[in-house]
Each structure stands twice: as C-alpha cells, then as structure tokens.
C-alpha cells in the first residue's frame, strides 16, 4: 500500500497578498458576497471605504491597480477567481477560509490605514 504523498504549501504568495490592506479590504468586501462580483463593484467598495467621491478618472485608477496588481496577486495565492474576459472576481474555497482577524487586523489592535491610500502595497 503506497502512502499518499501531499504537496508542500507555498506559504509565501499568501502572506504577501495579506500584507497589502488594498487586497485585505477586497478579501472582507467578497465575504460579504456570494458568488461572482462585477470588479466595478469592487472599485466602488474600495473608493467608499476610503471615503473618496467616486469621479471616473478615479475608479479608473482603482480599478488599473486591481487588474495590474491586487487581483494577480489573489488569484497566485489562490485566494480568488478572476475572470478577466467577464470581469468578475469571486472567493476561493481557501479564501472562505480566512480568519476575519486576518483581513481585518484592526480587530487585533493594528492601525487601520484607508484602502485607496495603501493603494500601492
């Protein structure tokens, strides 16, 4: 009888896409839904959350460092779906996994910095 053998985690790629509070906050936001989310549903979030108007030149910048940043970085750790031909976004059964203390660090104690102004993480 041969034993199972199991691939080793590759922990890196999750705690660098922990690390960023923009990727934290669209991890808290796809919690709260279910299934696929529209990105721009996202970028709204993002913008709200950092309590900034929503102009178009802005949710355009949003939604740029999504495409180009956050959401490849969620979908390598594989904590997300992205769709990008449907423009959707959705959780992973790992990222249904995650501890709300883990996207929510301010619960620990942690400052809280505003989504959009951690943009560049």
């Not at 989310?37 to 939604?63: C, I, K």
């Not at 769709?83 to 790992?94: K, M, P």
Request: contains cysteine.
């Amino acid at each position: 009888m041969s034993t199972p053998t199991h691939k080793p985690i590759d922990w890196t790629p999750l705690y660098e896409s922990l690390a960023s509070e923009t990727r934290r906050t669209v991890l808290q936001f796809l919690t709260q839904r279910t299934g696929c989310v529209d990105v721009a549903d996202v970028t709204d979030y993002l913008l709200r959350t950092a309590d900034q108007s929503r102009t178009d030149e802005r949710a355009a910048q949003v939604e740029l460092q999504l495409y180009h940043g956050h959401l490849p970085r969620l979908a390598d750790a594989g904590l997300v779906e992205w769709d990008t031909e449907q423009r959707t976004v959705s959780l992973t059964d790992l990222g249904l996994q995650l501890p709300v203390a883990l996207l929510r660090p301010q619960l620990l104690g942690a400052p809280a910095r505003s989504a959009v102004e951690s943009a560049g993480d």
